[in-house]
């Protein structure tokens, strides 16, 4: 008999491979999939989206509305404010509008303000964490039209205007 007959099996190198590679294996297939529930769907969209077969639709009527009145505006934030200013298009100045933040990964973070009429455009009292993008979506109190945008962290002023192009 050889020495490696003579030994337990848990001191022969081999048998470290034999076992070990397939248990690291299953360990790491479990946490991959326990990673992948708990991160939940990557794929949320804010809008309300139809789903036919293997078709997505989703109501692009207000992106439409705010192309046809050439709408577009500038948000910008500053010390505690959030500020909407028109850039083209005829708005009505005396609606309110609704300014939706939303955090790119985490929905938990996302922010909605009402803005009012302000002497240039509108404003609201909001500190804005700028240490993360944000993904901008500006709407009458309505709906009837929709301007969006992203706002690239550190960044404090972006142009908001309809997803469909001219």
Do not use: C, Y
């Amino acid at each position: 008999m050889t020495d490696n007959e003579k030994k337990p099996f848990w001191k022969v190198p081999m048998m470290w491979l034999v076992i070990g590679l397939p248990l690291m294996s299953v360990v790491a297939g479990i946490s991959l999939l326990v990673i992948a529930i708990r991160s939940g769907g990557a794929d949320v969209v804010r809008d309300d989206v139809q789903r036919v077969s293997q078709i997505q639709t989703t109501d692009l009527g207000p992106d439409e509305r705010a192309r046809e009145l050439n709408l577009s505006a500038v948000l910008r934030t500053d010390e505690g404010v959030i500020q909407v200013i028109p850039a083209t298009g005829e708005f009505d100045k005396r609606a309110t509008l609704r300014v939706t933040l939303a955090h790119p990964t985490r929905a938990t973070e996302d922010l909605q303000v009402e803005l009012t009429p302000a002497p240039v455009g509108w404003s609201a009292a909001l500190e804005l964490d700028d240490s993360h993008d944000w993904i901008v979506e500006l709407v009458p109190a309505d709906g009837t039209w929709r301007l969006r945008g992203r706002m690239p962290r550190e960044q404090h002023a972006i142009r908001l205007a309809p997803s469909l192009a001219r």
